[in-house]
């Protein structure tokens, strides 16, 4: 099972942006399709991009798109999210994950791989 550490969170004001980062271990990380969620409290985790594995290709959920942006350099096993303009509404703890294939989704029972999160607070 492919090991998946998430880091960058922080407290930010609205407007403001943060930038998170995904460090994955193994060799076939650059197999795999990768995406970040979101859980905030109280809340069901939830959808917020994917990149497939070669970057050439990414999704966005509708209230993040054109504000996120999900990239991924293989060379060092890293996934990022460029988080700008942000809003309250995106406090949740984010997580990185995995799918262990090519095949990029945006359900949560698809991803068997998973980090722990890294909080991220947008305050008013």
């Known amino acids: 099972q492919v090991q998946l550490v998430e880091s960058g969170g922080g407290s930010v004001q609205a407007g403001g942006s943060l930038r998170l980062s995904c460090a994955a271990s193994g060799r076939t990380f650059s197999n795999f399709a990768m995406g970040w969620f979101r859980q905030a409290p109280g809340k069901e985790r939830e959808y917020v991009a994917v990149?497939?594995?070669?970057?050439?290709?990414?999704d966005y959920a509708d209230s993040v798109k054109g504000r996120f942006t999900i990239s991924r350099d293989n060379a060092k096993n890293m996934v990022f999210l460029q988080m700008n303009s942000l809003k309250p509404e995106d406090t949740a703890v984010y997580y990185c994950a995995t799918t262990g294939s090519r095949y990029m989704s945006r359900n949560v029972g698809d991803f068997a791989s998973w980090g722990q999160g890294t909080q991220v607070t947008v305050s008013s």
């Open positions: 990149i497939s594995w070669s970057g050439g290709h990414t």
